[in-house]
């Protein structure tokens, strides 16, 4: 029996269009920390940082990336 593949929207740069132009992050949350990373519009890193898995570290990571400009 074959498996077929769900595919989801597409490469990221669908996403950075001019109306909806702004920095991309992406989040690796492994069990203890959230390891995060802000990457601009022409795909540049911006930064990157850790935080706790926890209410006040999500909130923290938010606020972090939101420091670097507009989220897309």
Excluded: C, Y
């Amino acid at each position: 029996m074959r498996r077929t593949q769900k595919r989801g929207p597409g490469p990221s740069r669908l996403l950075l269009t001019p109306d909806h132009a702004g920095n991309v992050v992406g989040i690796d949350p492994p069990k203890q920390t959230l390891n995060a990373t802000v990457v601009d519009p022409g795909g540049g890193i911006v930064a990157s940082e850790h935080f706790k898995v926890s209410g006040g570290g999500h909130r923290a990571l938010e606020a972090w990336a939101r420091r670097f400009g507009q989220i897309a």
